[in-house]
């Protein structure tokens, strides 16, 4: 917890340091790792998915008998009359088009291992997007900040002696207009 108030601290301080241009691509820049990093959960889960059914498969088919008569899957949409000959020996795809010939239980552990696998990376990826959702909160909140710094320079006179604050920062659910001359203190 006291790394993660570190880390916090140390991305306001980088962002305070920087010009409002500057803060508005970080924002952009975090906005869309954010997008890679979601598009990459995706994936996960509907591989992880994948795994699980075709896990379930094998136990389905492990219970079989030879000779069985069942359809067959060749694409998501084409299935073919077929006859169960060895429910002992399976092929696993191991990606790209590569087989391995495996015993049922191989193919289960490869299965298992598989989801492990994927659930791990998931994990390492869920902190990861938080830790840019948060870094875009403070992004947000720093140029929010910024905008207001820019927006007080902009449209005060030195001259008058009256500083003229407005903030959108809200207070209490409430944004406020300050008026105050430069030669007081504000209340």
């Not at 088919?61 to 067959?72: E, I, R």
């Not at 492990?116 to 998931?122: G, I």
């Not at 909140?141 to 920062?169: C, E, F, Q, R, W």
């Amino acid at each position: 917890m006291a790394s993660s108030d570190q880390g916090r601290v140390a991305i306001e301080e980088e962002l305070n340091k920087l010009t409002v241009e500057q803060v508005r691509q970080v924002k952009e820049q975090v906005d869309g790792e954010v997008g890679l990093l979601q598009d990459s959960l995706n994936r996960i889960r509907t591989a992880a998915v994948r795994y699980e059914m075709a896990s379930k498969a094998l136990h389905n088919l492990s219970v079989h008998p030879a000779g069985k008569q069942m359809l067959v899957p060749l694409t998501a949409s084409l299935y073919v009359p077929g006859t169960l000959d060895d429910a002992h020996k399976v092929l696993i795809d191991i990606g790209t088009g590569y087989y391995v010939e495996k015993t049922m239980q191989e193919g289960k552990e490869y299965c298992e291992r598989k989801i492990d696998f994927l659930k791990a990376n998931h994990d390492k990826l869920v902190e990861m997007v938080v830790f840019n959702i948060e870094k875009t909160y403070h992004t947000v909140s720093t140029m929010s900040v910024k905008n207001d710094v820019y927006y007080i320079a902009s449209n005060n006179d030195p001259k008058s002696g009256i500083l003229h604050i407005y903030s959108t920062m809200p207070v209490l659910g409430m944004c406020y207009y300050i008026l105050c001359t430069t030669n007081t203190m504000c209340d």
